[in-house]
Nanobody
């Protein structure tokens, strides 16, 4: 069965960095676009970033552009999100998700599999 397991979250000071990881299994990882989304306390789900299969293209929400970098290692079935210059507004539960062929990269409500999430808290 498809499994997505995030890790790497934690507490970091403003201006700090974190690298999130997502371990994928149960499907041919290299064939799928993958995405990161987040949900801040009391807010709705927000698309953060996505990467096409084989890393051919990456996309970012305006709120993270220039600070976050998405990448993938198809040999290891891993998805990553490098987050730099973090601000308190980045505090959220971060999810990785699989993007089915029928969905646009940023259409979070069309994603077919999600991980359980990893908490990122940015605070001094």
């Amino acid at each position: 069965q498809v499994q997505l397991v995030e890790s790497g979250g934690g507490l970091v000071q403003p201006g700090g960095s974190l690298r999130l990881s997502c371990a994928a299994s149960g499907f041919t990882f290299s064939h799928y676009a993958m995405s990161w989304a987040r949900q801040a306390p009391g807010k709705g789900l927000e698309w953060v970033s996505a990467i096409k299969s084989r890393g051919e293209r990456t996309s970012y929400a305006d709120s993270v552009k220039g600070r976050f970098t998405i990448s993938r290692d198809d040999a290891k079935n891993m998805l990553y999100l490098q987050m730099d210059n973090l601000t308190p507004e980045d505090t959220a539960l971060y999810y990785c998700a699989r993007v089915p062929d029928t969905a646009a990269l940023y259409s979070i409500y069309e994603y077919d599999y999600w991980g359980q999430g990893t908490q990122v808290t940015v605070s001094s």
